[in-house]
Nanobody, 113 residues
């Protein structure tokens, strides 16, 4: 199971940095991703960092969010800037494609004035 942290309450236009701790044995071998589940919606993919470091994003966050690997591949971060109310969700990390065995509790991000 991965462990997500860094969520919180932030005003529109603000920033948050999410962190995911994962076993090196997993994160070093696989593409890693962030997902989110907005209220009353299904979980959706947000961003991926490939094992070689390249990144991809869903259109809704491209240009505002940045995913990266840190610290010898066992930490994956999501820097979120220019946050909008529609970014309010529980954020999860997992491999890409995701594995049921790695879903953690997620971290709540609330964007509200």
């Amino acid at each position: 199971q991965f462990v997500e942290s860094g969520g919180g309450l932030v005003q529109p236009g603000g920033s948050l940095r999410l962190t995911c701790s994962a076993p090196v044995s997993v994160s070093a071998q696989f593409d890693m991703a962030w997902y989110r589940q907005r209220p009353d919606e299904s979980r959706e993919w947000v961003a991926t960092v490939l094992s070689r470091g390249m990144t991809t994003y869903t259109d809704a966050v491209r240009g505002r969010f940045a995913i990266s690997r840190d610290g010898g591949d066992n930490t994956v971060t999501l820097q979120m800037n220019s946050l909008k109310p529609e970014d309010t969700a529980i954020y999860y990390c997992n491999t890409n494609p995701p594995s049921d065995m790695y879903w953690g509790q997620g971290t709540q991000v609330t964007v509200s004035s």
